[in-house]
Structures are given as structure tokens and as C-alpha cells.
């Protein structure tokens, strides 16, 4: 009984095996070589990504199996060099594909030498013949970092100073008030005890405290707004964009690598896709009625309604943060700062962003210097000081200055 299952879901397998070998046609001069695959996983993840999927339709169509169905090894060099072109020469496979495609224009890859396009080619067959992967969320790369609090030694540092500092000042300012005056010498009977200068100071002191611990737990609390998720105007999802369909968090955040702003993407961005993809959603038409972009004739109006995205993440002004010092310099990953995004329906505030939260990072975070040249020099002043092997920090760097931070 066991036996014939298991013979039985044997032969499926083996069918499909035979079925596949009979397919094998040009197919197999697509290379198997394990260097040949990566050259054509940086090409395809580079330059094809954004519009295609290995096993899944996107902008374009699942490049799985197009060895076997396009014509030709040599009509796809030919599609991928100026796809325009071999359609307009009338081949009618080119024809047919690209109607069926809304008549989508494939960027041209004029330079792609035939090696390029055949290593393309063979990342996509290794991929294609990869049985499919468990199901599960994708990986966070860099991991979400655990949310540190005020760091305390941090602040019992400068607040130490600033204390002594202010209670000085303050029972400078106090010890010589007329009240303070009154008190001590008050004509009236009061003990020996309470007016004795011990007393006074203990007061003050307790005062001092008090009244220095709400300001500091004001500050401390003035604009943090962890968690804050507010609805934006159109129904965008990170999870689907950035997850399911692993768009790069820089296609559309194009400033992060190159500046202070990781910017909003304009509505420009999203009409790379979305001239095609779900036109009739209500959601994808305010994308139309942000640019004034009429569907049914394919042409732009004058009319135009930007979107108001609502801001999540926001510092105060007296707060320099610059983007490409941390994501392209630093090497830190958006996750480590941003939680998860790719997992948000509706993107939140996942860290602090306060000071202490900043500081701690820089205490903490090894300097990217590898491959930097500019660090080497003080690399080695830093391993002379404190001997080889402790790794440079930021705050080795000036992380910890205030005028690095604030303007
Ligand atoms: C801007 C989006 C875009 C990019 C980038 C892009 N493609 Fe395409 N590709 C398409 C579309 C859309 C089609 C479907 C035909 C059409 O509408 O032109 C297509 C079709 C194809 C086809 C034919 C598929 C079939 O089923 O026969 C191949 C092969 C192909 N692309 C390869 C590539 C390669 C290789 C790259 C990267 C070097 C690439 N494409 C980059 C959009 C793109
Ligand atoms: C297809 C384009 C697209 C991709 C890909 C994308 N985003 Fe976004 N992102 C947006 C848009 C549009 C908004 C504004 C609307 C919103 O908050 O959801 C946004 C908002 C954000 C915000 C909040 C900005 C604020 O207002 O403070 C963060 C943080 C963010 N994205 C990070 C990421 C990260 C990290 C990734 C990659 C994992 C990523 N995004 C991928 C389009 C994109
Ligand atoms: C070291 C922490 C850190 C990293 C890493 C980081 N961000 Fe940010 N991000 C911030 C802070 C802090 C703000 C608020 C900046 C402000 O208000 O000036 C912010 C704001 C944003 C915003 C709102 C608009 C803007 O540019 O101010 C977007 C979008 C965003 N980040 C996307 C990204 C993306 C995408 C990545 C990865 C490529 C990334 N961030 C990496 C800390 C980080
Ligand atoms: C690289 C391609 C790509 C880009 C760029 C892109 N999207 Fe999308 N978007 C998709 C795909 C694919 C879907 C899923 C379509 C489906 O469900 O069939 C989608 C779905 C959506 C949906 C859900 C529509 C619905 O009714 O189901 C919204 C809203 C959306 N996108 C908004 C945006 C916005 C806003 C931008 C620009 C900030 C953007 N997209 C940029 C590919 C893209
Ligand atoms: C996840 C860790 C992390 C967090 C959080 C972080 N930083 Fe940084 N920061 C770094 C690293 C790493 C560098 C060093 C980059 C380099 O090699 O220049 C850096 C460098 C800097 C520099 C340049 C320092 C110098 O001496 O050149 C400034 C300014 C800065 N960060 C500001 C901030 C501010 C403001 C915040 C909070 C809003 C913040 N950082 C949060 C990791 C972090
Ligand atoms: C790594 C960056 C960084 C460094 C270094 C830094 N700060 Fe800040 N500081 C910030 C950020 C970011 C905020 C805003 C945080 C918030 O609003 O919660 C801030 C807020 C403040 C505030 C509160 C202002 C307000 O209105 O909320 C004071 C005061 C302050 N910093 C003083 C200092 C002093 C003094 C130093 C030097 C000993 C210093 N900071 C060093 C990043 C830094």
C-alpha cells in the first residue's frame, strides 16, 4: 500500500523529467557556469530588475523559459540591443508581445555584447530551474535594531556639568533674593534648624532637582513621535512595492545615495509603471489627476493636483541629518534606522530619532573605512592611541560634537 504511493508520486517527477529533456533546444548553450550566472545576476539585478522577474510577470513578462519560446537565442540579443527595432522590422512574435503589453517600450541595451546578454540568460535558467523557496517574509538585512534609550552615561556626563553649572547659578541667583533674605533673617520665630544654611541648601537643592528633571524630560520628550503612522493620500504600500515585488528602496528614494534628503519619489516615478499597470484602480488615477495625464488619450493637461504626502519623519530644525554620510559613506542599511518598511502596509516612525538615539548609535557603530582612503591616516592615530585591534568608532571621529550635529 505505502509502496505504491510512493511509486506512484514517483513517476511524476520522472514524467516531467522526460518531458523536459525532450524540450531541451537551444536552451543548452546557455552557460551553467557558476562565474557566468553572477556576471548575469549583476546585469539582470542592475538593469532588468526594475521591469522583470525571474517567475513573475511585472512591467514586462517572466523571463523564465524565454530561451525556449522567443524564436531565437539570436532574436532575443536582438530584442534586448533595440527591442523597437525588431518590431518595427514587423517580426510577428515581437508584434504580438508587444501589444500584449500595451505597447510598453523596453529601454534599448545597445552596447550588450552577446556575452552579456547570453550571462543574463543563464542567471535567469539557474534561477528558473531553482525549485521555489519556502514561503516567509523577506530578510532585513542590517536587522532592526533594538530601541536604545537615552544613553545614560552620555547624559550624566554632560548633564553632570550642566548641573553643577546650574545649581551654582541658581543659588547664586537665590541665595542673594530678597525672600531668600526674608527667610534667613525673618523677625519672625523659626527654628534655629530650618534657617540654618544646611537646610536652605537642602531645599534649594530638592527644588533645583525637580524642577531640572522635568525641563530635562521635556526635552527629551519635546517631538518624539515613535510609532507615528498617519494615512497618506494615496494608499501606497511598502509591502507590496518594496516587498513583494522588491523594488529597490533607491529607485524610488533616489537622493538617499547622493544627498542630505532621501527624497519622496515624484508622481514621474511611479507613471514608469503605472502608465500600464492598473489603470483603472481610483487609487493609481490620483497618480493620473497629480500630473494632469489623460489614460484614454495617453497625453498630458494642464490640470494638476500634486499629492500631499504627509510627512513621518521629522527633526527639528536646530538637527543636521545627512542621508548619503550614513546609507552611502557608512554603509548602514534604511532598515537599520527605518525597521522593517518593507513589511508596513503604511509606513510608521520605527526609531526614537532623538539625540540619545544618535549618540548611541555613533558610541556603538565601527567606521566603514574599508576601501576609504580618506580614514586611513586616522586609522592609524587612532590604533597608536589605543592599540591595534580597537576598531575606530564614530564617535572617534567627531560623532559626539555637538556642532557636527546642530547648526
Ligand atoms: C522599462 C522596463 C524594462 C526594462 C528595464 C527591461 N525590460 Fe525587457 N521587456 C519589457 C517589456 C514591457 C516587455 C514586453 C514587450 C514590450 O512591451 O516591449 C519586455 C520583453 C522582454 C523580453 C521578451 C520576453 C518574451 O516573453 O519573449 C526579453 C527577452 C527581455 N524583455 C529581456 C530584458 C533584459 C535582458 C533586460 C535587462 C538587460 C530587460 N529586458 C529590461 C520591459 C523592460
Ligand atoms: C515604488 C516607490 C517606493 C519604493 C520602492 C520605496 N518607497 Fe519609501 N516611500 C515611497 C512613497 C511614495 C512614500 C510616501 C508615502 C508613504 O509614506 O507611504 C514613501 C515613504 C517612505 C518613508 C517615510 C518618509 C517620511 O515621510 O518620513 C520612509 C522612511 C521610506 N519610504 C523608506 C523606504 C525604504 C527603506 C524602502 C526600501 C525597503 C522604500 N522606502 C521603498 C515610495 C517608495
Ligand atoms: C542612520 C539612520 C538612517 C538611515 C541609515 C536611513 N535613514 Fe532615512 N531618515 C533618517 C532620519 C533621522 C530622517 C529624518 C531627517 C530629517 O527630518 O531631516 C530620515 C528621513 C527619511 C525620509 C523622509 C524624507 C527625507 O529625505 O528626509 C525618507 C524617505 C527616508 N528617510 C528614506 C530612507 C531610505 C530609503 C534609506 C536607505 C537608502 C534611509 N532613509 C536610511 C534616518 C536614517
Ligand atoms: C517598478 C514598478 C512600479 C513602480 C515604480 C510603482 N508601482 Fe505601484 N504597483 C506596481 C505593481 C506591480 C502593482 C500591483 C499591481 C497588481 O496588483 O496587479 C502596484 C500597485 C499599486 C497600487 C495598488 C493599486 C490597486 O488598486 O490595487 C498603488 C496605490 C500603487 N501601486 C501606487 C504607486 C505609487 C504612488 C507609486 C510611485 C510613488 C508607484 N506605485 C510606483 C508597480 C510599481
Ligand atoms: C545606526 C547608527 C547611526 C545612527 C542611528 C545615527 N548615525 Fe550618524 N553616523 C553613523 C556612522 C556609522 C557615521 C560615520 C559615517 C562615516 O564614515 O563618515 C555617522 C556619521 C555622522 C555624522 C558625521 C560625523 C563626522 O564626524 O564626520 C553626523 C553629523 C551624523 N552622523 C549625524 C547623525 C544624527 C543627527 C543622527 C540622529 C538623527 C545620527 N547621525 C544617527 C551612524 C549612525
Ligand atoms: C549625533 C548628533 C548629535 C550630537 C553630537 C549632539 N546632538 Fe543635540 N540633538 C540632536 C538631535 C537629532 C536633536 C533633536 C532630538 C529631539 O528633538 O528629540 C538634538 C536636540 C538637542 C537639544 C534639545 C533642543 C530641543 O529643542 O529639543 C539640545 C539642548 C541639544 N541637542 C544640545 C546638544 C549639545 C550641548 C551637544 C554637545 C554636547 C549635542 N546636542 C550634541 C543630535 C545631536
Redesign the pocket.
Known sequence: MMNEKISGLLKFPILALLVLTSFISFSQDISKDAAVIKTGEDLFNGNCKSCHRVKQKLVGPALAGVYDRAPSLDWIKNWVRNSSKVIASGDKYAVTLYNEYNKSQMTAFTSYKDDQIMAILAYVKAEADKPDAPAGGPQVAGGGAAQPSIPSGYLDA?LGGMITNALKKYLNEKQLSEEDNEVVNSPITVSSFTSSPGFIFLVVFVVAAISFKTVIDG??S???QQGYQPKQPIAFSHKLHAGAYEINCKYCHTGAMKGKQANIPSPNICMNCHSQIKQESPEIQKIYAAIGYDVKTASYTEKQKPIEWVRIHN??D??Y?NHSQHVNVGGIECQTCHGPIEEMEVVKQYSL???GW??DC?RKTNVNNEGNAYYDKLVQVHEASKGKGNKMKVEDIG????S???Y
Not at 399 to 402: H, Q
Open positions: 554632560i526635552l527629551y519635546i517631538g518624539v527633526l527639528p536646530l538637527a541629518f530619532l532623538t539625540m544618535c549618540i555613533h560623532g559626539l560634537e555637538c557636527k550635529c546642530h
